[in-house]
């Protein structure tokens, strides 16, 4: 079978069709980790085939999340693992994650900044009770750090509405 790739700049139509001739099993398989660790979204979205290109495979991803009850869209954003967090430094991150993380900087730290980052992802997950999401492979360290100490400040209303917009986005 045809392994695909869905973070593409220009959406095919063959990958769509690629995509709607997989049965249930291979398209979880397949799309299963577009939310970290949450193939109950490919689950759902599996059922709005046929697709006409990969943007209506997002749409639907999207509309999925949209439509989750607030507590829904919290244990989705608590899929998410940290930033520059555990996960990374011991290098059990996705492949998709690790790639990202590293792009933005993420794996070339300093000491300073790691325990910076620690300390306001912990601060950030007391508050909110759910991590700092936001799309690693669209910014630096520098616009993630920022985001963070911004952030921290937002209501919890907020950070749930700017945490599944950058989950949206990371799809």
């Known amino acids: 079978m045809q392994v695909l790739s ?11 069709e690629v995509l709607n001739k997989l049965n249930f099993e291979e398209f979880v398989e397949k799309l299963g980790n577009i939310v970290e660790k ?6 759902a979205v599996w059922s709005k085939r046929p697709f006409c290109s990969l943007q209506d495979v997002h749409k639907a991803i999207g509309d999925f999340i949209d439509g ?14 940290d930033l520059a967090g555990k ?8 492949a ?8 933005a900087g993420l794996f ?18 007391e508050k909110f009770g ?3 999401v ?7 360290k520098d616009a993630i750090l920022a985001g963070l100490k911004t952030r921290i400040n937002n209501s919890k209303d907020e950070e749930i509405k700017t945490g599944i917009g950058e989950a949206k986005k990371i799809c």
Not at 6 to 16: F, I, L, N, W
Not at 87 to 94: D, I, N
Not at 112 to 123: D, F, G, Y
Not at 134 to 140: D, E, F, G, P
């Open 6 to 16: 869905v973070k593409m700049a220009q959406p095919t139509t063959r990958q769509a």
């Open 38 to 43: 949450s193939p109950m979204v490919a689950a």
């Open 68 to 81: 989750l009850p607030i507590y829904g869209k919290e244990g989705l954003l608590r899929c998410f693992p």
């Open 87 to 94: 996960l990374t430094r011991e290098g059990r991150l996705s």
């Open 96 to 103: 998709d994650s690790t790639g990202e993380q590293r792009s």
């Open 108 to 125: 070339d730290l300093t000491t300073e900044e790691q325990t910076n980052i620690a300390r306001l992802n912990s601060r950030y997950k």
């Open 130 to 132: 759910f991590r700092f």
């Open 134 to 140: 936001l799309c690693a492979r669209l910014n630096k």
